[in-house]
């Protein structure tokens, strides 16, 4: 595994549990800032992780891996 990729993992990884956790605080609080920062965070988490599917897996040669990587720009 290239140190690209584990990069990737682990940002993908730590975006999912923290705005996760973010998202969480706020739906029980019902607080804004919580609420949009953590939706900021997991959304951000799922876009990278459409890229990392599309690009730097066996679906990148697939018509689905294309999709992939448009989702993930169309998000950014």
């Known amino acids: 595994m290239s140190f690209e990729i584990l990069s990737n993992v682990v940002v993908i990884a730590i975006n999912l ?6 998202l969480k605080m706020g739906i029980a609080r019902r607080a ?5 920062l953590g939706a900021t965070l ?3 988490g ?3 992780l459409f890229w990392l599917l599309g690009v ?12 992939l ?7 950014i």
Do not use: H, M, S
């Open 56 to 67: 730097y897996t066996p679906l990148a040669d697939t018509p689905l891996g294309g999709w």
């Open 69 to 75: 990587v448009i989702a993930c720009r169309t998000g």
């Open 32 to 36: 804004a800032p919580e609420l949009l």
């Open 17 to 22: 549990i923290v705005g996760g956790r973010v």
């Open 42 to 44: 997991t959304f951000d």
């Open 46 to 48: 799922l876009e990278w």
